[in-house]
């Protein structure tokens, strides 16, 4: 099946510092890729719709210039936090829609990103 | 607006015993209803999916309903066991560009032996 690679796992950084998180669509190309925040306890809120080749999508009360989407190839998405603070620190997790073989549209998530800002 | 609504928010049954999850969406216009399982730490993954164009699916222990009158669906799953145990999060797509999937807020499911 499809898989969705997303690095680093785990990063702790100083406040202030910008982190980048990547996501890969290992055998698949996606042209839409999803970033959500969860955190503990809670579910899952969409951030943004990555899109190849052109700007990011941003749900209504996410700072696009915090949180800086980049979608330059049909494999790769980034999510960068610029300037985090401790209320940045949560799990940030990608997603890919890729097409099975039945030719229905399934999002694949991630392993997701436990971001810890200090 | 854009809005699923997941209740109960936390579920406990006995080994054996059926599980019930409900979900209702705000947007008529949506036609993929996902279902997510995440345990403690994980990225959650796909257990089961249905679209508008049917009222249910099966697979194993696992259905799910749909009444797109009412806009709502359901989980069930049948013959709880202990790794059964988990966040379960319902799905919704919604129009309008990408067909985004909005999440309800997590059922955590409790099967006790």
């Known amino acids: 099946g499809a898989v969705v690679s997303q690095h680093p796992s785990w990063v702790i950084c100083k406040s202030g510092t910008s982190v980048k998180i990547e996501c890969r669509s290992l055998d698949f190309q996606a042209t839409t890729m999803f970033w959500y925040r969860q955190f503990p306890k809670q579910s899952l809120m969409l951030m943004a719709t990555?899109?190849?080749?052109?700007?990011?999508?941003?749900e209504q009360g996410v700072e696009k210039d915090k949180f800086l989407i980049n979608h330059a190839s049909l494999t790769l998405s980034t999510l960068t936090v610029t300037s985090a603070h401790p209320e940045d620190s949560s799990f940030y997790i990608c997603?890919?829609?890729?097409?099975?073989?039945?030719?229905?549209?399934?999002?694949?998530f991630g392993a997701g990103s436990r971001l810890t800002v200090l | 607006g854009e809005n699923v609504e997941q209740h109960p928010s936390t579920l406990s049954v006995q080994e054996g015993d059926s599980a019930v999850i409900k979900c209702t969406y705000s947007?008529?216009?949506?036609?993929?209803f996902p279902w997510y399982k995440q345990e403690l730490g994980k990225r959650p993954q796909l257990i089961i999916d249905?679209?508008?164009?049917?009222g249910e699916k099966k697979d194993q222990r696992i259905a799910v309903t749909l009444n797109k009158t009412a806009k709502h669906f359901s989980l069930h799953i049948t013959e709880t066991q202990p790794e059964d145990s988990a966040v379960y999060f319902c799905a919704a797509s919604f129009s309008g560009g990408y067909n985004k999937l909005i999440f309800g807020a997590g059922t955590r499911l409790a099967v006790h032996p």
């Open positions: 249905i679209r508008s164009n049917v």
């Open positions: 990555s899109n190849e080749g052109s700007k990011a999508t941003y």
């Open positions: 947007d008529s216009a949506s036609n993929y």
């Open positions: 997603s890919a829609r890729a097409t099975e073989s039945s030719g229905a549209n399934v999002l694949t």
